[in-house]
């Protein structure tokens, strides 16, 4: 299994935008990148999951560079309910079960 | 639509007592995993079920730790005798197989306190 290393921790301010990178290193060629998001007292929630190069969707963008060695979930212009932990997982896109989370990272956006 | 479902919220036992949560996953989805989460890391999962057969448990401590799903919907997880190291969330999540994104719904959880 691909093991993943993110920040522990980022903060920001409202109306910025967040880039939380990624690494990946031994990313295999039928991995896909995935992230979620987790708010206190509930479980993750997916957010975004892509193969190569960008992915955008209504709540984030996802950069995945040629190597695939990394990725970067970018929040536009974030506010203060952003705040939560953000987990980006490697592995094969139908099989739930080879996710391993980390710790993920804790974001907190300020006023 | 539904989500996951998930009963107790909350539960607080005496150390060496019995404790069971119940999971609903959403309609149709035959992926059902058990995740355990302590405070400040990311879930772990325990047992993963295909329908009614559990395909993956390697992660699940047998001797206290027991899960059911009986008819390929509803499932429980058990555990007898509680340890204080039990305390944690317990997440419940559901997939459907051959969707795109293989993306994984949670539950809000369960959290067990073990005094």
């Known amino acids: 299994l691909a093991k993943t290393t993110q920040p522990i921790s980022m903060d920001s301010y409202e109306g910025q935008e967040v880039n939380i990178t990624c690494s990946h290193n031994n990313i295999a060629t039928n991995d896909y990148i995935t992230w979620y998001q987790q708010f206190p007292s509930q479980g993750p929630r997916f957010i975004i999951q892509?193969?190569?190069t960008k992915v955008t969707n209504e709540v984030a963008s996802l950069f995945i560079p040629a190597d695939r060695k990394s990725s970067t979930l970018s929040l536009p212009r974030v506010s203060l309910s952003d705040t939560a932990v953000y987990y980006c997982l490697v592995g094969e896109r139908e099989y739930g079960n080879k996710l391993v989370f980390g710790a993920g990272t804790i974001l907190r956006v300020k006023s | 639509e539904a989500g996951v479902v998930q009963s107790p919220r909350y539960k607080i036992i005496e150390k060496k007592q019995p404790v069971a949560f119940w999971c609903n996953p959403i309609?149709?989805?035959?992926?059902l995993y058990w995740y355990l989460q302590n405070l400040g890391q990311g879930p772990e999962l325990l047992i993963r079920?295909?329908?009614?057969?559990?395909?993956?448990d390697s992660q699940l401590p047998k001797d206290r730790f027991s899960a059911e799903r009986l008819k390929g919907v509803d499932s429980t997880l058990k555990i007898q005798p509680a340890e204080l190291g039990d305390s944690a969330v317990y997440l419940c999540?559901?997939?459907?197989?051959?969707?795109?994104?293989?993306?994984?719904?949670f539950g809000e959880g369960s959290r067990l306190t073990v005094l």
């Open positions: 892509g193969y190569k």
């Open positions: 999540a559901s997939s459907l197989r051959g969707q795109d994104t293989g993306e994984l719904f």
């Open positions: 309609s149709g989805h035959n992926t």
């Open positions: 079920y295909e329908n009614e057969e559990a395909v993956d």
